[in-house]
């Protein structure tokens, strides 16, 4: 049984089918990537499985579980974390705080989710920054305060939404180095990504998307060389 | 409770409600193309109502012809608040719009009651006056005369969002602020000319009521909370859905108060209020 | 303790504080004393009303309806049933914390302007009610009939005991928030006040939270009503229910800075001391100057100061802690 099992997901908005039949499943400690043009539905398959949207047909299940239906707060709880494009971390509030924030979700008394807090800063390394207002950092220090708030859920899988979208190539580097010790402490990834480069040298699987369908599925080098990926990619280049 | 009694409080509905849709037009268009939601207007309403009783008392000339010129001194007020005080707060937090919108409110009010004095006032010897016989029932003229106006300026406001050019790009500024910026669109300009239209609508719907209402400071305060309703049931951003809105209101408050004694009418729109807010937050015709 | 001692001028300002929580005892002048009533439970309201609005982010604007229901509780209660004013205070709370059940469970769904046009409604309806309800005095109201001055009884013919009951009042609602400030919730309602949709992926049921905020503002808010009734000896709907009272509540917090525990303690201050400065020069004449100025206050502190007087003092402070680092180096 994989760790994540996506069955046959539709998701249909007022007429628009934005997934069509979507499957493929995900095992503990690896990285599966999500790629696919604009418009392919990858948002769409990730805000279900994230429960911010229920799908119109299709199983999601974690660990046997279904979970497709639940709503996000319920999806958090049952293990899966999430980053979103905009980064959105609040505020008004430290970079530590953010982070204890998602702490407070296994740990309710505050002390013991601000150590946590402390370490997963540690893990991401922004623990420099943990006093820090978080509207003060920047976009790629605030994407990584971001994963480290998901990180602090303490969840099984967790699915980061084009974290590596607009950072210089440092910047890239840093967030796959970020990536991999997240797949190396037994944490699942499911990355949707645009930036090849960042994730194709560190996925175990990728799944293709195009046009709400999935075209391809298989190891970076077999989805590099299909050739429906490939004219996906070029009609939309 | 006869017939006869029911059509006539249905016809004041109505025609009351035609008012009601007449303020509600400005208050779902300010909403609509720049979210923001305007406290203060129906201090528009009153001061359309001062702007007629004045004219009426100093100069002898009646609400009804002065009505113009009403509409273009409330526009050019609408679009002076905008300037000086509502652009500043464009991107401002809610909480923000909320309380200067709140604050304009007070303001307008403690200036009239100021310069005017609480005193009731009212337009005694008006044009209309009396009531009229129609299809059995008995109306009151300047009723009547207000609902057709209040017709006759959506009417005009309508055609001017559906049929001219300045009224598209009001409409493409409503529906997305960026893209009509792109196609050349002055947002701040259109933001000063739906300030403006909202205060002249309002204003015209005070003209029309000053032929029999009351005048004092606080009669805004009776209209705004029932503009909300007839936004919120019609749609924010609707004008069609303030029009329909206004006139079902209209219709509901005079039967609740038939129904239920009338110290309950307003009782009546607001619990509608709140089921329309549970049930069907974006109303008949909304954009949510 | 170490935390509020962090520098001699927070040690001085503390030491201040209390002496000018404390001084009025010292005063005779009724009026005066009164003022400092008036101070004190406006600042309970607003720290009230801060818990929701301020540190939750979710704008009430019907809170009266709330401070209504405490002070009728209470108040038939006593009349009614001869039940003790502090137990009857402590049921005003409980009834308006289940009432906001049902107004978290209906409205919690709405997005910001509505949730505010919700509560206004909500107030409005409420005030109808209770005009037109015979058992609670309609619009005439309720008197309650002064006994003798006794503690048990919570009635009082002088100032200062009220006082020492709305000092208390204030100091418990200013604990709870700085224990809740401090705890998970004030990190969970600070989160959904920032980005809702951030919080729900990190298992925060953003319902229930509000409804936990709403509850205990709710609760808060009840007991200030109680107190009122007990002080005046009358309430009618026009007192306890209007939306002028209720723009009043979150006009204290915004005034002095919502989200921050003293913010509407300054806030309450700086309008009451407003209010009755303006009223007591201008008032008189009915010719509504005092609603001016109170007006041009609440516009400039939206428009140039939307973190309100505290936030507004801390940007000073860091730009002068800043500038000062910047000249050192």
């Known amino acids: 049984m994989s760790l994540l099992e996506i069955h046959a997901l539709t998701m249909r908005f007022d007429g628009l089918v934005a997934n069509q039949e979507i499957s493929f499943t995900l095992d503990a400690a690896k990285i599966v990537g999500l790629i696919g043009p604009n418009g392919a539905g990858k948002t769409t398959a990730f805000n279900c499985v994230a429960g911010h949207y229920r799908p119109s047909s299709g199983r999601i299940l974690l660990n046997g579980q279904t979970i497709s239906g639940l709503p996000p707060e319920a999806c958090a709880l049952a293990g899966i974390g999430r980053t979103f494009q905009i980064a959105r971390t609040f505020t008004s509030m430290t970079a530590c705080e953010n982070v204890l924030t998602g702490a407070l979700l296994r740990h309710k008394r505050v002390n013991v989710a601000r150590e946590r807090a402390l370490h997963w800063l540690r893990f991401v390394q922004l623990d420099a920054f943990a006093d820090k207002p978080a509207g003060s950092m920047t976009i790629s220090e605030q994407r990584r305060l971001a994963v480290a708030r998901a990180l602090a859920t303490e969840p099984k899988l967790l699915l980061m939404d084009e974290v590596m979208a607009g950072l210089n190539p440092s910047e890239v580097r840093e967030m796959v180095a970020v990536v991999l010790r997240i797949r190396d402490s037994g944490i699942a990834c499911l990355i949707v990504e645009h930036v090849l480069e960042g994730i194709m040298p560190i996925a175990d699987k990728i799944v293709v998307l195009d046009r709400g369908l999935k075209i391809a599925e298989g190891t970076p080098a077999q989805v590099a060389a299909d050739t429906l990926v490939i004219s996906a990619y070029l009609w939309y280049a | 409770m006869t017939i006869d009694i029911l059509l006539q409080t249905l016809a004041s509905g109505v025609l009351i409600g035609l008012i009601y849709a007449l303020v509600a037009i400005g208050l779902t268009m300010i909403f609509g193309v720049m979210d923001i939601v305007n406290f203060a207007h129906g201090e528009f309403l009153m001061l359309g109502m001062y702007a007629s009783f004045w004219m009426y008392a100093l100069f002898a000339l009646d609400p009804l012809f002065t009505l113009p010129l009403t509409v273009l001194a409330l526009f050019a007020f609408g679009v002076l608040l905008y300037k000086t005080i509502i652009r500043r707060i464009i991107d401002a937090p809610m909480l923000s719009q909320i309380f200067t919108t709140f604050g304009l409110m007070f303001l307008l009010r403690g200036l009239a009651q100021f310069f005017w004095k609480p005193d009731f006032r009212s337009v005694e010897n008006s044009v209309v006056t009396g009531t009229v016989k129609l299809f059995g029932l008995q109306l009151g003229r300047p009723q009547l005369v207000a609902g057709l106006g209040a017709v006759l300026v959506t009417a005009i406001i309508y055609f001017f969002l559906t049929r001219t050019k300045l009224g598209a790009a009001l409409e493409a500024t409503a529906a997305d602020k960026e893209a009509a910026r792109l196609m050349g669109i002055d947002s701040h300009k259109m933001f000063a000319l739906a300030w403006g239209i909202a205060a002249a609508c309002a204003g015209a719907a005070g003209a029309l009521l000053s032929t029999f209402f009351p005048i004092f400071p606080e009669v805004g305060a009776t209209f705004i909370l029932l503009a909300f309703v007839v936004v919120n049931l019609g749609g924010f951003g609707s004008v069609t859905g303030a029009f329909i809105a206004g006139i079902l209101i209209g219709v509901i408050e005079v039967m609740g108060g038939l129904l239920l004694g009338p110290q309950y009418k307003l009782a009546v729109v607001l619990a509608l209020f709140l089921a329309v807010l549970m049930f069907r937050p974006q109303g008949l015709m909304g954009k949510a | ?329």
């Open chain 3, 1 to 329: 303790m170490k935390i509020l001692m962090k520098s001699r001028a927070q040690q001085i300002g503390v030491v201040a504080l209390l002496l000018a929580l404390l001084a009025p005892l010292l005063l005779d002048s009724p009026s005066h004393l009164n003022l400092a009533i008036l101070v004190l439970m406006a600042a309970q309201l607003g720290v009230a009303w801060n818990l929701l609005g301020g540190y939750a982010g979710q704008v009430s604007l019907g809170h009266a309806a709330f401070y209504g229901l405490g002070a009728y509780c209470s108040t038939l209660l006593l009349l009614n049933f001869g039940v003790n004013p502090w137990l009857g205070m402590l049921a005003g709370g409980a009834l308006a914390a289940m009432a906001s059940f049902a107004f978290g469970w209906s409205c919690f769904r709405l997005k910001g302007h509505y949730f505010a046009m919700a509560t206004i409604a909500v107030a409005e309806l409420l005030q109808i009610v209770f005009t037109n309800w015979e058992y609670a005095g309609s619009a005439v109201g309720v008197s309650i009939p002064f006994g003798q001055d006794s503690w048990a009884a919570m009635m009082f013919s002088g100032k200062k005991p009220f006082y020492c009951l709305a000092l208390g009042l204030l100091l418990l609602t200013l604990a709870a928030t700085w224990g809740i400030e401090r705890s998970h919730l004030g990190y969970y309602f600070r989160a959904i006040k920032d980005e809702p949709d951030a919080a729900r992926s990190l298992g925060i049921n953003i319902s229930r939270y509000k409804q936990i905020a709403l509850s205990i503002s709710a609760f808060f808010t009840a007991m200030g009503g109680s107190l009122y009734a007990q002080k005046e000896l009358y309430i009618d709907p026009g007192s306890v229910l209007s939306t002028a009272l209720s723009i009043k509540m979150a006009l204290v917090s915004i005034l002095g800075g919502v989200g921050t525990l003293l913010g509407p303690v300054v806030g309450a201050v700086v309008l009451t001391v407003i209010d009755e400065l303006s009223r007591s020069l201008f008032g008189g004449t009915g010719r509504g100057t005092d609603t001016i100025i109170y007006a041009a206050l609440i516009i400039a502190v939206a428009v140039f100061y939307p973190n309100g007087l505290v936030g507004w003092w801390r940007e000073r402070r860091r730009v002068a802690a800043a500038k000062s680092k910047g000249a050192a180096q």
